[in-house]
């Protein structure tokens, strides 16, 4: 049974930093894509980054040179550091693990970014 659980939400002022993680059982977690994506209140879902099992990553271009998504293939963890936050960021984070096609999800990390 796959199972992807978030932690390293929270509440930050803009400006700040936080980091998210998302640990992976049940799958052969160093052989997937694994993907962060968000949802703000009133908006559809969108893919935030993502992580190929070589590590090449791509990035919605309203978090390029902000946000940076790794990997550790032995803790079967994937992170995304957040930096430089802004209000527009506010949203849940849900990590993606994309299996043969097949999209499974943690149940989101709130993000919160007011002064």
């Known amino acids: 049974q796959v199972q992807l659980v978030e932690s390293g939400g929270g509440l930050v002022q803009p400006g700040g930093s936080l980091r998210l993680s998302c640990a992976a059982s049940g799958i052969s977690f160093r052989f997937y894509r694994m993907g962060w994506y968000r949802q703000a209140p009133g908006k559809q879902r969108e893919l935030v980054t993502s992580i190929t099992s070589d590590r090449r990553a791509n990035y919605a271009d309203s978090v390029k040179g902000r946000f940076t998504i790794s990997r550790d293939n032995a803790k079967r963890t994937v992170y995304l550091q957040m930096d430089n936050l802004k209000p527009e960021d506010t949203a849940v984070y849900y990590c993606?693990?994309?299996?043969?096609?097949?999209?499974?999800w943690g149940q989101g990390t709130q993000v919160t970014v007011s002064s």
């Open positions: 993606n693990a994309n299996i043969n096609l097949s999209h499974y």
